[in-house]
């Protein structure tokens, strides 16, 4: 290496003052190898046994049958469907519950976005059934998350605005629409003129409402977004190194470095990589490289430097770069001894993008193991047992002819073998006894036995029934009990292995969430979910939201259908139709019927005018039965206010009568009666005509006697004291003439 490549692999490519080497970084790959060896070595008897290569081939001797029954891959082959169309069964991938109501409305937009970039921005279908076939076959499935992001630079004429106060009404009732439609519909906002959306927009940033109108345009550079999406690849556990301290739990691991092919055109394109000057191209290829494990030929190459495949080392990590003992998380490339990619981790997660789904999880280990594992020494023997039959079989003459010696003669022998009659010499015996048929041996039964057994422990070990007569009811009893608990043991099984593959999605959609947080345009979401973005903070991705994949199966779908097709039997017409409706939205969904799904959560029926017209008649019927019955109470709580007032009105009588009050009041009366017609009798007379020669009655006397008698009915508390110095008229003579009688 000449003085200037040694110049530019030291180059620093960060202002960190602690920057890690690419030795340093190796360090960690070196001490994690013997692990990773293990794993390899591990791997790849797993791959052996199911493609019977390697080690798994029987040896071959001449004369002898080299055959090896693929079992292993049989019971893949059953597997791989069985757990791959739970996730492909539906359009829907992911279903995102809020935790909160306040997170209802970012949970469903999140759940549309993610669902939409699995449909239309990856391919679902490949993605899914090698995540399957990789768990299946290896024990685990490691899968790398990234963001692609590709944009280009376009001159185009931005228009200029100028802007006016509102003058009309017309103007502003447009100017409100736009700001209505920006807030219910931004898709349709997008498409209304764009004088209108630039007075928008100024007044969200001047609370002043004007009129845009264009002046004139300008061109400008402007960068149109190409590709922007979230990538997934499944990456070669082979190639992947993790961290051996993690207990098991990747998530905790300090560091995974993971090899990977690449050229100088594609990180180039790429843009975040430096110091591609400095690489070696021709020197780290890929057969330079044994550790790293490839698909590509090995006599295959490409000859320029630009399409040339190499080997790239990425480190995802932490490392404590600028010595202030705290660590920060990395990410970092390098290519043979040269640095070519050094910064902090960009993801929202600050954790390295991959994800770890096990297949038959081992205790304290973070990789997984296959079917191939438990099912290895029934291959092995089936093998061997077929190859003896095939041997036995093989080695026997059948269909061939034995003659005796002198049994015939050359001319009868032709005659013999041409099928025509012919004469054999009697002295050597008959042709039964001559003659001699050769044929395939038998096989013993205890070759089929065993080989049946084989088989039944495999299916047994698996819950797979690959109709072989492996897994039956008749451990259980030959009922309908039984058969129901050995699928019910196998669906168990299934579902357990769907619950660690679904886990990975999982966390796959929680990480992709995150990054569309932080990587996707506002245009670019409301474009998909006609909404404007309703941004979810980190820590709520992880906690506040609950992210459930949506699996299901046939058999379980199956289940369901049925629970809710027998809970609207047991409800009977008496259930509300909105509830029955419901069921039935759901039964159809289960049974993969989403146009009919949609047309029963839609469907309104006709109104028929005669039922229309009797419940209007029964409300106003129920209407006047109300008003009579009101009615009544009000009645009968008048006749109740009646009575009581009668009664009330008995008690005091009866507590009058009793105290004397009544007759007290009697006597008052006769005595107020008595006065009456006294004065009556002295107003009589004082009105009479006199008649001649009649001598008047004393009328001054009969008034003072009254005055004195009116004076003595007095409460003794109400008559005038004589010491008073109240002035009493009664008691003046001269102003009273019966006092002076």
């Not at 997008?190 to 209108?196: F, T, V």
């Not at 159809?588 to 009919?596: E, G, I, V």
Request: with cysteine; charged share 30%.
């Amino acid at each position: 290496m000449t003085e200037m490549n040694k110049q530019i692999v030291g180059k620093k490519l960060t202002n960190w003052s602690k920057e890690p080497t690419v030795m340093d970084l190796k360090e960690d790959l070196t001490a994690c190898k013997s692990s990773h060896d293990t794993i390899n070595t591990r791997i790849n008897h797993w791959n052996d046994l199911r493609e019977v290569k390697g080690s798994a081939r029987p040896k071959t001797i001449k004369g002898r049958s080299s055959i090896q029954p693929k079992l292993i891959r049989r019971q893949a082959e059953w597997r791989y469907s069985a757990l791959s169309e739970p996730f492909l069964g539906s359009d829907k991938m992911y279903s995102i519950s809020p935790r909160t109501f306040e997170d209802t409305a970012s949970a469903e937009q999140n759940e549309m976005l993610l669902n939409w970039q699995f449909n239309a921005k990856i391919n679902k279908v490949r993605f899914i059934d090698e995540y399957v076939r990789t768990a299946v076959d290896e024990g685990t499935a490691i899968v790398r998350l990234g963001w692609e992001r590709e944009v280009e630079e376009v001159l185009v004429n931005n228009p200029i605005f100028t802007y006016y106060e509102i003058e009309n009404e017309q103007q502003e009732a447009e100017f409100g629409q736009a700001m209505e439609l920006r807030e219910q519909d931004p898709k349709a906002y997008s498409e209304i003129p764009e004088e209108l959306q630039a007075a928008v927009d100024y007044f969200l940033e001047t609370q002043i409402p004007t009129v845009a109108q264009i002046s004139g345009y300008e061109k400008v550079p402007e960068e149109r977004i190409v590709e922007n999406k979230p990538t997934v690849e499944l990456v070669n556990p082979q190639n992947v190194y993790l961290d051996p301290s993690c207990q098991g739990d990747y998530t905790k691991a300090g560091f995974i470095i993971v090899s990977y092919e690449t050229s100088q055109a594609e990180l180039k394109k790429d843009g975040r990589f430096k110091n591609l000057d400095a690489v070696n191209w021709s020197g780290n290829t890929i057969l330079s490289e044994a550790d790293h494990e490839s698909r590509t030929s090995s006599d295959f190459n490409f000859k320029d430097d630009l399409r040339k495949r190499v080997v790239a080392y990425e480190y995802w990590g932490e490392k404590d770069i600028d010595g202030s003992g705290k660590l920060v998380p990395i990410v970092s490339t390098w290519i043979g001894d040269t640095m070519v990619r050094l910064e902090k981790n960009p993801f929202p997660d600050q954790r390295p993008p991959f994800i770890f789904a096990n297949y038959l999880p081992v205790k304290r280990s973070a990789y997984g193991e296959p079917d191939a594992e438990i099912l290895e020494d029934n291959q092995k023997v089936s093998g061997a047992i077929t190859r003896g039959m095939i041997d036995l079989m093989g080695r026997s003459a059948n269909s061939q002819q034995g003659f005796a010696k002198g049994f015939l003669d050359i001319t009868n022998r032709r005659r013999l073998d041409s099928g025509q009659d012919y004469e054999f010499n009697p002295g050597q015996g008959t042709p039964d006894m001559n003659v001699h048929q050769h044929k395939y041996p038998e096989i013993p039964n205890s070759a089929l036995t065993v080989m049946q057994m084989q088989n039944q422990d495999a299916e047994s070990l698996t819950g797979v029934k690959s109709f072989s007569g492996g897994v039956s009811g008749e451990a259980y009893g030959d009922v309908a009990a039984g058969i129901r608990g050995v699928l019910d043991a196998s669906s168990k099984r299934e579902m357990n292995i769907l619950r660690r593959l679904a886990k990975g999605i999982q966390d796959m959609g929680v990480k992709i969430a995150a990054m569309n947080t932080m990587f996707l345009s506002e245009e670019e979401i409301v474009r998909v979910t006609n909404a404007e973005f309703i941004n979810i903070k980190r820590e709520d991705l992880a906690g506040q939201f609950d992210i459930i994949v949506d699996i299901a199966t046939a058999e379980i779908d199956e289940k369901k259908a049925q629970d809710l097709s027998f809970m609207l039997q047991t409800m009977g017409p008496n259930m509300d139709p909105a509830i029955s409706r419901m069921a039935l939205v759901e039964i159809a969904k289960l049974k993969r019927l989403p146009d009919l799904a949609e047309k029963i959560d839609n469907f309104q029926p006709e109104p028929d005018p005669i039922e229309e017209e009797l419940k209007q008649l029964a409300l106003e019927k129920a209407k006047v039965e109300i008003l009579e019955l009101q009615s009544k109470i009000e009645l009968n709580k008048a006749k109740t206010y009646e009575t009581n007032t009668e009664g009330d009105l008995n008690q005091v009588e009866a507590d009058n009568e009793a105290s004397g009050l009544n007759h007290e009041r009697d006597l008052q009366k006769q005595k107020e009666q008595s006065k009456g017609n006294q004065d009556l009798e002295v107003t009589k007379h004082l009105l009479k005509p006199q008649k001649e020669n009649e001598v008047n009655p004393p009328v001054d006397a009969a008034i003072g006697y009254k005055a004195i008698t009116d004076f003595q009915d007095q409460p003794s508390s109400a008559a005038t004291n004589i010491n008073s110095q109240e002035f009493d008229p009664r008691l003046d003579p001269a102003l009273n003439p019966a006092l002076n009688l």
